[in-house]
């Protein structure tokens, strides 16, 4: 028995091998090339009037609100094109885990739309794998005369535009970005659209949103 058990511990080792090499140089070979945009693009319907939303969107106190593990906004009490903020990530998962995110707005249009750039990263994790990253929220209200379908309650006021571009600077950036696009965007969009399109008075401060499990 035990002479039949070495040729197939043999042959499963031999597959192992196989497989192992087939897939090393296909991940190799993903990680080559020229870097490129990973790009994110959600949109989610809203009962909130822009008018409303825009208090969220137009006061940094409030994106604690609505940021993915956001715990604190350092910096002006209003957002202006060229506002710099300082964006501290508590994931609730020890001081080790900590870090800030230096942000500034790239266009601003109060009720319509916030863009920022993540300018560094004290983790160095983000500006590692990517050497630029922008996050951009539209609001757009729904047309009176073309509501949108919902199954239940009012139909939507507005409809909340999300969109994530990250240009990668490192093979791994560039491997999992070809493998999986929509995992890395999610990773890297703190913007809760979900979070925001709900967000109603009175505004709860206790906890901020946590970030999904996982890490790239």
Do not use: C
């Amino acid at each position: 028995m035990q002479n039949l058990k070495k040729p197939r511990r043999a042959a499963s080792l031999l597959v192992l091998g196989l497989v192992g090499s087939f897939f090393g140089s296909a991940g190799l070979f993903l990680s080559q090339g020229p870097d490129f945009d990973l790009v994110l693009d959600r949109r989610i319907p809203s009962k909130l009037s822009a008018e409303h939303l825009d208090r969220n969107l137009s006061s940094p106190s409030r994106w604690t609100q609505w940021f993915h593990s956001l715990s604190q906004v350092i910096g002006p009490n209003t957002v202006e094109k060229g506002a710099q903020f300082t964006l501290k990530i508590d994931p609730k998962k020890g001081k080790r885990k900590q870090f800030d995110l230096q942000a500034r707005v790239i266009d601003f249009i109060p009720g319509r739309l916030l863009r920022l750039e993540i300018t560094q990263d004290s983790s160095g994790r983000l500006t590692h794998l990517f050497d630029h990253l922008e996050w951009k929220i539209e609001i757009e209200p729904v047309e009176s005369n073309r509501p949108l379908r919902v199954r239940s309650g009012p139909p939507p006021q507005s409809m909340i535009r999300g969109l994530g571009v990250a240009h990668t600077h490192h093979w791994r950036a560039r491997l999992f970005g070809r493998l999986a696009e929509k995992i890395v965007m999610n990773q890297v969009f703190y913007p809760n659209l979900i979070q925001l399109a709900d967000l109603q008075q009175p505004f709860a401060i206790d906890e901020a949103p946590h970030l999904p499990a996982g890490s790239l």
